[in-house]
């Protein structure tokens, strides 16, 4: 019988959309020079160059899928085409990643063997100072970089526990399945968490311009979108748990959308507005 192949110390997996612009910068920032790590770049409903341009960096897999959606992606990679590791490291795409950051995160969850995922730190923006400081406090996770235990990954895959794939940013879920163990929020643990604060990301800062008016509304519409998912979500977590989690959002809409009103804020009333029919019309 052959030796049984060593398990890669961490697999990093960057999800990029339509990420030309960074993409070179973010794979910049990795160790791809490292043999114990993986690296693949997930490429999801692109229209753009990112998939050529990261298929020129020595040390990457590229997987590009026509069909957009980071859920979706990332349950289609993580949990059913990515081999086992010890630890998987997640990046956006439009991050850049700060020097020693994965190794932190995969040390972090080395020296607390009961936690689950391990998070990396904004390092620029006007409200990093403020995120760092409630990420601490809350034990919060960014989806611009974390890790997650490979155990952890596995026990998603024996328990067919997906994101819902249209569910609009995984990060909070993520954390919440961490917190939970996997289980309801009756097992809520904080410190299954691990603010990591030797990694850290760099994000190209928002200019708002003219031109830029239309994708600061429609980014507003999602967050909107994401603020109402939250909502059932959150019930889903205090009830039956994450095995209950819909395959899609959407299929939950017609027994949700009645309960939901605007919030009154003068800004976001009419966001709301405007997320609540996107809602409505896929119900």
Not at 97 to 108: C, D, K, N, R, V
Not at 131 to 139: E, K, P
Not at 174 to 198: F, P, S
Request: hydrophobic share 40%; glycine share 10%; net charge negative.
């Amino acid at each position: 019988m052959g030796a049984v192949p060593a398990l890669p110390r961490a697999m990093i997996v960057v999800l990029a959309h339509n990420e030309e612009r960074r993409i070179s910068t973010c794979l910049g920032s990795l160790p791809l020079g490292d043999a114990a790590i993986e690296v693949h770049v997930v490429v999801n409903g692109s229209t753009d160059r990112t998939a050529e341009i990261a298929c020129e960096f020595g040390g990457v897999q590229v997987h590009e899928y026509k069909q957009g959606g980071k859920s979706r992606s990332w349950n289609r990679f993580v949990l059913d085409e990515a081999d086992r590791a010890g630890a998987y490291i997640f990046v956006d795409g439009d991050a850049e990643i700060t020097s020693g950051s994965i190794g932190a995160l995969i040390e972090a969850l080395d020296a607390n063997p009961h936690a689950n995922a391990s998070a990396g730190m904004p390092r620029n923006g006007r409200g990093a100072d403020a995120y760092r400081a409630a990420m601490i406090r809350d034990h919060g996770l960014f989806g611009d970089l974390y890790a997650l235990r490979g155990f952890f990954v596995e026990r998603m895959r024996a328990n067919g526990i997906r994101l819902p794939d249209d569910l609009i940013g995984d990060d909070s879920l993520i954390g919440a399945l961490a917190k939970t163990d996997l289980a309801n929020e009756d097992d809520w643990r904080d410190d299954r968490v691990v603010v990591c604060e030797g990694a850290g990301f760099l994000c190209e800062p928002t200019r708002v311009s003219l031109g830029s008016l239309g994708e600061q509304y429609a980014r507003m519409v999602n967050y909107s979108v994401r603020h109402h998912q939250n909502r059932i979500i959150t019930q889903i977590m205090r009830g039956p748990g994450p095995k209950a989690l819909p395959r899609t959002m959407a299929s939950q809409y017609d027994e949700w959308l009645p309960r939901f009103s605007e919030r009154r804020h003068p800004v976001w009333w009419w966001i709301d507005r405007q997320a609540l029919r996107r809602m409505a019309a896929k119900a």
